[in-house]
């Protein structure tokens, strides 16, 4: 099992900056991709950035340019580094956890992210 933990939310204004971390414990061991996710209210959970096992990295148009997906291996954190924030980010942020084995993975509890105009 994997345990996956994100923090780093908040109410920010747009043109701001803010750091989501995901730290992930258990059977680490196992996980092939952490991916950062975002719903809003009233629409569907859509991916927002990837990281591989191997540090391959994938972003939704809408972020490209503006959010960093990036590792800490030693400390099993993922970090998603979100810049030039726009009103359209505000959503619930969750983490998953692509795993062996595991056709759903594990998700994480989520963190708010509020952005003001």
């Known amino acids: 099992q994997v345990q996956l933990v994100e923090s780093g939310g908040g109410l920010v204004q747009a043109g701001g900056s803010l750091r989501l971390s995901c730290a992930a414990s258990g059977s680490t061991f196992t996980i092939n991709a952490i991916g950062w996710y975002r719903q809003a209210p009233g629409k569907k959970r859509e991916l927002v950035a990837g990281i591989s096992s191997v540090g391959s990295t994938n972003y939704a148009d809408s972020v490209k340019g503006r959010f960093t997906i990036s590792r800490d291996n030693a400390k099993n954190i993922v970090y998603l580094q979100m810049n030039r924030l726009k009103p359209d980010d505000t959503a619930v942020y969750y983490c998953?956890?692509?795993?062996?084995?595991?056709?759903?993975?594990?998700w994480g509890q989520g963190t708010q992210v509020t952005v003001s105009s």
């Open positions: 998953n956890a692509e795993v062996v084995n595991n056709p759903y993975g594990y």
